[in-house]
Each structure stands twice: as C-alpha cells, then as structure tokens.
C-alpha cells in the first residue's frame, strides 16, 4: 500500500510537474532557434558556473557518457563557443574553456526566457510576484537543505 499524502503535497507536487513541464518545452524551443541542444546549453552554463573544467568532469556533471560528452564539445568548439586547451604540465588532459561567445549565447537564452516570463507575469499583481517569489524561495531553501 502507498504513502499517503494532504492534498496540498498533491496539489504542489502536480503543478511543479506541470511548470517543470512548460518549462522545460518552452526552453527546448528556445534553444532550437538558437540551434542548440538542451545538453549543449547546460554545459555552457555548467562552464561558466564552473570554470575550464575536463571532458570527464564536464561529462560527470552532464551525466553523459565521455563520448558524448566530446561529441557534444565537438560542436560547440566549432561553433566558437569554446575552446579545448591541453595541460601544461600533462598533455594527455585536455580542458574545456568557455569562450564570450559561449557567454553571449547563455545571455541571449537567458533573457529569452525571462521575456517570455515577464509576459506571462505581466497580469499578475507585483504583491503577487513577490509573494509568488518569496514562496519559491522558501521552497527552494527547504529543498536545498534535504
């Protein structure tokens, strides 16, 4: 026999899902007029979080395999949104750098997205965005913290 939940538990677990949802629909739409893959945006953000980091631990942090973790860097290196750099002191480890470029490309999603939020906001009170933020802050407090 299941747990059993309140409804509240339901009813916000069901509408994270739902706006996990859009959101992750609306991005992937984003990214295609960009010409770019959900993986290939998020190992720019992960490199500009992170810093120059190698394909293993770039590939770790994606939670992909090492190949296509370097097919992926393939086609961001020829796009000039990063570079490959070799260790100085072992040749045999390679590095990912991001590049501006990288950076931009981030910039331009980022604010896409925040449009397409500032639109969807816009017939919400500012006493009801902030309430909205609050509690959204407090939730992700409350899960960083579990």
């Known amino acids: 026999m299941g747990v059993t939940f309140s409804n509240h538990v339901v009813e916000i677990e069901k509408h994270l899902r739902m706006i996990a949802s859009t959101v992750r629909r609306r991005g992937r739409m984003l990214l295609e007029q960009y010409h770019m893959t959900p993986p290939q945006f998020d190992a720019l953000v992960i490199l500009d979080r992170d810093g120059v980091l190698t394909i293993g631990d770039l590939s770790n942090r ?38 501006e470029k990288g950076r931009q490309m981030i910039e331009k999603v980022l604010d896409a997205r925040r449009a397409y939020l500032a639109g ?21 407090d409350k899960m960083d913290k579990n």
Request: charged content about 35%.
């Open 120 to 140: 969807v906001l816009e017939s919400v009170s500012s006493k009801d965005q902030e309430e909205i933020l609050r509690i959204l802050a407090l939730l992700n």
């Open 62 to 99: 994606l939670y992909l395999a090492y190949s296509t973790t370097t097919d992926l860097v393939d086609r961001l290196e020829r796009a000039s949104f990063v570079v490959r750099e070799r260790d100085s002191e072992d040749r045999r480890v390679v590095r990912v750098r991001l590049l």
